[in-house]
């Protein structure tokens, strides 16, 4: 197997548990709003998953880079960017008293990481297929 | 060619509409510009609710809602959300569920049979607006329209065995009631009332002479505290650089202290006894709070660990909730939630300002999502000499329905400083309060709660965690719409779920029904200004504080805009081109006047002169205050006592009679005069530098003006009719609000220091003060905007 082939494994994989943690993500939010959860609850669950989605994100990043993978570099750095911009101005965690007002946000933010993730993770299995069957 | 464009709109809205198209109207209208605003129409009632006849199933004046319990801002509700929109109008409620009732107030009617009709599918309570059908078996829910049973013991009363009217039942006669509530309601037995105190006692506190005044002044409340049942807890904690607790429950009567001094994991010393009846250990606590100074006074300690001894009260009180009593007069330096001193002058004024406004640490947040788990609520008392911080310690009491008193330069040596404290904490001491309570606001179907301001914890959409509810406190709720109403009356019900400190679980339901309308004019004749203006004031504060405070300000004078140019192009004559007056109706004529005393308050003015803590304060009032504190602390009350009226000051038919308000104008002052002011938080005696020296001599007892001391005064209580009449009104002024604050007096004089003299005129809200504009000047630039608009 080609290292381009076991970058994009490696993305495929990442992409697919971030894909989860989303879906974990949403599926939490919309269980506040028919009140399921108390938001005491759902952040401190919510809470636990922000930091490392953000650390696995980046290191996935960071692998396409040494990988030589310039486009799909390219097309997660934003994203790295904007999560780090969060945690320096400290906004990243899910804060409980403000959960309510904050909803409409969050919400969005997680339908469109939703997406982003979705279209990366056909992306990655995409050029993986292609790789290996350049391989071959 | 736009403004033709949107003048063509306007010319074509639906008949729906009313009035619009002709042009005129016949709402009362009056002409802003010109003439002084008449301010002796802030204390008017709203507007009538003009419900269509036989809306209420009882013809009992207490059908409705009282406004001092719950308000709205518009009395009639738009049909649609479209309207709404046009109308700009804000649309949101005011609720003071725990108003204190004051003698000659009607209390609140209790339910006493648990007997609780309740919705079987949106869980209203039955309430004067339903409808009974089928012969009454059943009832039909005002808000979402299905039929109920009527419960059979309405009409028949199965223990006497007695046939019962029950239009009697007080639940179809009054707005306001209180069930007793059956353990259906109950997750535990009722807790106790609990006041756990955590005492500064490090050297700033002693040397400011707050730890005497605290321990005498509990130490005298002690009998005020209530306690029917003897269930009532006390405990004491005192923290410097370490923690102290005191065991209340020894067998000598000799208090016993108990220090930890690990401030990483803060672990309470014995199991129990830490916290107290308060009857059982009555004489060890007084013991103790006669020896609390003595003990402290030789004390060196700078340090104080606030965080972790608060985390300990907290470990302490958990398992029965209540109340910890935070007295601090010094900046928390030790252990968790240690802060810094934040203030930085140079980003007073700036946009940066706002970082000063937020916490500066998430662990008073954390503390108070914990606290408000376990119903234990945290009320702030914050004395200080330098900075305190009370954005961030206003953290606590903020998500745990608590109340934050600050005393900025305390000192007990002056008697003024020492009085107002202990009148305050003594009279929140002896507060009935209201205990592990949750508050739910129902509405008709199409509406729906969208954002919540004040002191409570939001644990769903529509669900209020308040550990404690105290005595009037305001909490204000935007409204908006999911749905078109078809209906011909709305309802707004709000529950509030708590203990009495009677230990009794009680329910007390507010039920306001007001009319649906489909036109513009009606809903601008029914908006109340007051409403309104706290409604504002709320949200202008929780956007100086998340963004910006310029926001906060555009975003009130935009409003008051708006509310003017859609005034101007759909109710008056002269809907197109400029307008030579700005006009509004009479309703709502001083909501120009108070936006315009908003943005010149402390607490959203601009300009780099007000310290963090004060404006954090004012923030703090600006969304806790009820109405009737909130107005006069916008828009002062101003009157001129050198020459009020012969009966003003004695006591009338309506007790003591108040000389007339006046308007907010430097031009008021005249140079021989005397002059109150007063803003529920602070009275002003303003003394011109001509004045007569028999006025001083009638009023403080002192043969000329130079002889009189300015700043905090206590008044002198003399033989004169001048001196009795103004210490009654002085009197009034500190009653009439209703609440625990207890105004300070302040002697200004024209010739005196220039900054209090300068802080007096800061209030005349309708004078220039650079670079604020006057009212005038306010008002042009508003018919400005309104012209281009």
């Not at chain 2, 012969?135 to 109920?148: A, D, F, H, I, S």
């Not at chain 2, 370490?242 to 401030?263: A, C, K, W």
């Not at chain 2, 708006?562 to 006009?583: E, F, M, W």
Request: glycine share 6%; proline share 6%; hydrophobic share 40%.
């Amino acid at each position: 197997m080609s290292a381009e082939a076991m970058v994009f494994l490696f993305g495929v994989i990442v992409g697919a548990c971030l894909l989860f943690v989303k879906v974990f993500f949403v599926i939490l939010i919309s269980d506040l709003e028919v009140d399921y959860i108390n938001p005491i609850e759902l952040c401190n669950k919510l809470n636990q998953f922000v930091l490392p989605e953000m650390c696995v994100h980046a290191f996935m990043t960071s692998i396409f880079l040494l990988g030589g993978q310039w486009i799909a570099t390219a097309w997660n750095l934003p994203l790295v960017a904007y999560n780090a911009n969060k945690i320096m101005n400290n906004k990243h965690m899910f804060d409980a008293t403000e959960i309510f007002r904050t909803l409409g946000q969050h919400k969005k933010e997680c339908f469109i990481k939703l997406g982003f993730y979705l279209l990366s993770f056909f992306y990655y299995l995409y050029r993986m297929i292609l790789a290996l069957v350049n391989d071959s | 060619m736009n403004q033709l464009a949107d003048k063509m709109g306007t010319m074509n809205v639906g008949p729906g509409y009313g009035y619009n198209s002709q042009g005129g109207t016949n709402i009362p209208t009056v002409a802003l510009m010109g003439v002084a605003p008449r301010v002796l129409d802030l204390d008017m009632p709203p507007p009538a609710i003009n419900l269509p006849a036989n809306s209420s199933i009882t013809d009992s004046l207490h059908a409705n809602c009282d406004p001092s319990y719950k308000r709205s801002t518009l009395n009639a509700i738009p049909a649609t959300s479209q309207l709404l929109q046009k109308s700009r109008l804000p649309f949101g409620l005011v609720i003071t569920p725990y108003r204190s009732v004051k003698e000659g107030d009607d209390p609140v009617p209790v339910v006493t049979d648990s007997i609780i009709a309740r919705c079987r599918r949106c869980r209203t309570y039955i309430n004067p607006f339903v409808r009974f059908v089928e012969g009454g078996q059943r009832w039909k829910c005002n808000m979402c329209y299905t039929l109920n049973e009527v419960p059979s013991s309405f009409d028949y009363d199965s223990l006497t065995q007695q046939p019962v009217d029950r239009w009697q039942r007080k639940e179809l006669n009054h707005a306001v009631v209180e069930y007793i509530a059956p353990t259906e309601y109950m997750v535990r037995p009722p807790q106790p009332l609990v006041h756990l105190f955590v005492i500064d006692v490090s050297y700033p506190s002693v040397q400011c002479g707050m730890l005497a005044t605290a321990a005498t002044t509990i130490l005298e409340s002690l009998d005020r505290i209530p306690d029917d049942e003897g269930r009532t807890k006390v405990g004491i904690i005192t923290v410097d650089s370490s923690i102290h607790f005191y065991n209340l429950n020894t067998r000598s009567g000799e208090p016993q202290m108990l220090v930890v001094s690990d401030l990483e994991d803060p672990f309470l010393p014995q199991p129990q006894d830490l916290l107290c009846n308060l009857k059982e250990c009555r004489p060890t606590l007084e013991n103790l709070l006669n020896r609390l100074n003595d003990m402290f006074k030789d004390t060196q300690a700078i340090g104080n660990a606030l965080g972790p001894a608060l985390q300990s009260a907290h470990k302490l009180i958990s398992p029965i909730g209540g109340k910890i009593l935070c007295l601090q007069a010094t900046l928390p330096n030790l252990g968790g939630g240690a802060l810094k001193v934040r203030e930085d002058p140079k980003l007073l004024g700036t946009s940066k300002e706002s970082t000063l406004l937020q916490a500066g640490s998430s662990f008073y947040k954390t503390l108070a999502i914990d606290c408000s788990k376990t119903q234990v609520c945290v009320d702030m008392f914050l004395f200080g000499s330098h900075y305190s911080d009370v954005a961030t310690l206003s953290c606590l009491p903020r998500y745990t329905g608590g109340n934050t008193f600050f005393y900025p330069a305390f000192t007990a040596a002056k008697s003024e400083d020492a009085l107002k404290f202990a009148h305050e904490l003594a009279e929140f001491l002896s507060q009935r309060i209201a205990l592990e309570a949750v508050m739910r606001v129902r509405a008709s179907k199409g509406l729906r709660m969208s954002a919540f301001f004040g002191n409570f914890f939001v644990r769903s959409t529509d669900l209020l965690s308040l550990p404690n509810v105290p005595r009037d406190q305001s909490y204000s709720i935007e409204v908006s719409f999911e749905d078109n109403l078809t209906i011909p009356t709305v309802c707004f019900q709000t529950a509030l779920l708590h203990t009495s400190s009677y230990g009794e679980r009680r329910i007390r339901v507010l039920t306001l029904a007001l009319p649906v309308t489909n036109s513009l004019a009606d809903l601008y004749q029914s908006a109340d200004q007051v409403a309104i203006t706290t409604l504002l004031a709320s949200k202008a504060v929780e956007r100086g504080m998340s963004a910006k405070l310029d926001d906060a300000r555009d975003a009130l004078t935009n409003k008051c805009v708006d509310i003017l140019g859609v005034y101007k192009t759909h109710l008056t004559a002269s809907s197109s081109g400029a307008t030579p007056n700005l006009q509004l109706s009479d309703n709502l004529k001083l909501l120009p006047l108070l936006t315009l005393g908003m943005l010149k308050h402390v607490a959203l003015r601009g300009g780099s002169q007000i310290p963090s803590d004060l404006r954090s304060y004012a923030m703090h009032l600006f969304s806790t205050l009820p109405s009737q504190c909130l107005i006069p602390y916008i828009h002062p009350r101003f009157y001129s006592l050198h020459n009020m009226p012969e009966n003003c000051g004695t006591i009338g038919a309506n007790g003591i009679e108040m000389p007339i308000t006046m308007n907010l104008s430097s031009e008021r002052l005249e140079r021989s005069g005397l002059f109150l002011l007063e803003d529920s938080q602070n009275i002003f005696l303003w003394l011109g530098r001509d004045a007569v020296p028999q006025l001083c001599m009638d009023l403080f007892g002192v043969p000329n003006c130079e002889s009189v001391r300015g700043g905090k005064t206590t008044l002198p209580v003399l033989e004169s009719d001048f001196n009795r009449r103004v210490n009654l009104i002085v009197g009034k002024t500190r009653e009439m609000r209703r609440t625990s604050y207890y105004p300070q007096v302040y002697v200004i004089k024209d010739d005196g220091d220039p900054a209090l003299r300068l802080w007096f005129l800061s209030h005349l809200i309708e004078d220039r003060a650079e670079p604020m504009m006057s009212y005038h000047q306010f008002l042009g630039y508003l018919k400005d905007r309104v012209n281009s608009y």
